[in-house]
């Protein structure tokens, strides 16, 4: 096939978290933190801590992994150093795409020449992005298939948010929907499903279009669910909403890994998966926001080549069949099949939920129920805090 790789690529992986940092009183956001938290982490953990847009959130970003078991040590260590700085400043760090009750008009932006000019740019548009993700890098070092593998991969995007929803509440209110991160997300510019390229030649004719129009710097202001990284010669796959534990974090990190693989197979064979329009997979990824990856009588996403819903635990058990030669190949068929029991308990959403509703069934109030889901999920967050680790 033209532009065919002559080695298979390194598929490294790669896992970037985004958390809350929450006052330990109140469970309400940190508003504004102290300059010597960033500090303190960065002395333990050097370049793999950052700032994020607003005040009250903290990213890590992990070394480059070359095993589940190594990126699941990655983020043990800075799990657990964020956790433990935090404390220090009667802070913790709590994981999950959206806070329980945090209201977006309260909070303030980082100060900084990157984010002062989306501030700047995007106006109320971006003050309302209290949301946090997870984005997991896979290393595929040719250009060309880079393109070509972003093109076929977007047809799992949904079925991988579907697996990391963990954001049920926005401002104090039940949404309905098991993920109301992208709800936000998708009001920013140059967001939602990738283009589909036929060539690195091409997607960079179109990115240096914007470029030099003076619309954005580089192509890191392309926030797609996936895309190439600006950065590094990897895939950015960015729909995820951020794992309250880390055990689904790494799950989800290694399908991802394998999906690659798998397209990258199919293509060494002379074969590709199929590309479908935007509007189905954007109908997919609706329902993965609305219904995650819960049984029900109106749940499931679409399976193009029946044409009928599907109930998500059976199109995941054709997923784990399909990438099953490449979990086996990395090593991580534990880590992939863990899937299976994200969909038996849920993912973090709906144990949100069903806090928040037994907290409502003992007489709590809704303020109190929704301290109580935030309880939880610190707990949760914290790997040196969880009674099953």
Same mark, same amino acid.
Request: net charge negative; hydrophobic share 40%.
């Given at each position: ?193 990738? /283009?589909?390229?036929?060539?690195? @030649? *091409?997607?960079?004719?179109? #990115? &240096?279009?914007?470029?030099? !129009?003076?619309? %954005? ?103 784990? /069949?399909?990438?099953?030669?490449? @979990? *086996?190949?990395?090593?991580? #068929? &534990?880590?992939?099949?863990? !899937?299976?029991? %994200? ?47």
């Amino acid at each position: 096939m033209a532009g065919a790789s002559a080695r298979e690529p390194g598929f490294s992986i790669g896992i970037e978290e985004e958390f809350w940092l929450v006052d330990r009183e109140t469970r309400d956001l940190a508003k504004d933190p102290p300059a010597e938290f960033l500090k303190d982490a960065k002395a333990k953990l050097g370049d793999q801590v950052s700032s994020e847009f607003m005040r009250c959130q903290v990213e890590t970003g992990s070394q480059v992994c070359n095993s589940a078991l190594e990126a699941r040590e990655q983020l043990i260590h800075m799990r657990s150093t964020l956790s433990e700085v935090a404390a220090k400043y009667d802070m913790a760090l709590l994981a999950a795409s959206t806070h329980p009750f945090a209201q977006w008009d309260d909070q303030k932006h980082t100060d900084g020449e990157r984010y002062n000019t989306i501030a700047r740019d995007l106006r109320t548009v971006v003050d309302r992005l209290l949301i946090c993700g997870m984005h997991v890098h896979v290393g595929i070092e040719d250009d060309d298939l880079r393109i070509e593998l972003m093109a076929q991969a977007s047809y799992f995007l949904p079925h991988l948010l579907a697996l990391t929803t963990s954001s049920p509440f926005w401002r104090g209110k039940e949404t309905g929907l098991q993920t109301f991160r992208l709800s936000v997300f998708d009001n920013l510019p140059r967001t939602g499903l990738p /283009e589909v390229f036929g060539s690195w @030649a *091409e997607y960079r004719r179109h #990115v &240096d279009m914007l470029i030099n !129009a003076g619309v %954005i710097e580089d192509g890191t202001k392309l926030w797609w669910d996936l895309r190439p990284s600006d950065r590094w010669p990897t895939l950015e796959m960015r729909i995820a909403d951020v794992c309250t534990d880390l055990e689904d974090a790494v799950c989800v990190a290694s399908i991802t890994r394998c999906l690659m693989r798998m397209l990258y197979r199919l293509r060494r064979n002379n074969q590709r998966w199929r590309i479908y329009a935007n509007m189905l997979v954007r109908e997919n990824r609706w329902r993965a926001c609305r219904y995650g990856s819960d049984p029900g009588e109106k749940a499931g996403l679409i399976d193009f080549g029946r044409g009928e819903i599907v109930p998500y635990a059976d199109l995941l058990e054709e997923i784990l /069949e399909l990438i099953r030669p490449d @979990a *086996e190949f990395f090593g991580c #068929v &534990d880590e992939v099949e863990h !899937a299976r029991t %994200i969909i038996k308990r849920g993912t973090s959403a709906r144990r949100q939920r069903e806090i928040y509703d037994a907290a409502i069934e003992l007489g709590a109030s809704p303020k109190d129920a929704l301290i109580a889901v935030a309880d939880v999920l610190i707990e949760r967050t914290d790997p040196n805090a969880r009674s099953d680790t």
